[in-house]
């Protein structure tokens, strides 16, 4: 069974950073295609970035592209989100994401999910 842990959420002031960490356990075979999507409150889940199994491929949302740069550890089933230049529309509950397909904005290509970490970005 899968599990997806994240890790690294917290109230940060406008123009900090924050890095946040996902942890995959329970995995066989190749490692999964991984993504950070987020959701504020009120609003529907949103893609944010997807980089593919070896790392060397990756996708960002407009909005934080720039800003955000995800990456990877498959030595450690690790991937990480750090972003940069935090404004108050970043504020929204982040989850980590794992398929075995193709790396895709969309959510509904993703198998698993983590509990989410909240980020909160003060003015």
């Known amino acids: 069974q899968v599990q997806l842990v994240e890790s690294g959420g917290g109230l940060v002031q406008a123009g900090g950073s924050l890095r946040l960490s996902c942890v995959e356990s329970?995995?066989?075979?190749?490692?999964?295609?991984m993504a950070w999507f987020r959701q504020a409150p009120g609003k529907d889940r949103e893609f944010v970035a997807a980089?593919?199994?070896?790392?060397?491929?990756?996708d960002y949302a407009v909005s934080i592209k720039g800003r955000f740069t995800i990456s990877r550890d498959n030595t450690k089933n690790t991937v990480n989100l750090l972003m940069n230049k935090l404004k108050p529309e970043d504020t929204a509950v982040y989850y980590c994401a794992a398929s075995s397909e193709f790396i895709s904005r969309d959510s509904g290509e993703y198998f698993y999910w983590g509990q989410g970490t909240l980020v909160t970005v003060s003015s």
């Open positions: 329970g995995r066989t075979g190749s490692p999964h295609v």
């Open positions: 980089i593919n199994r070896s790392g060397n491929t990756k």
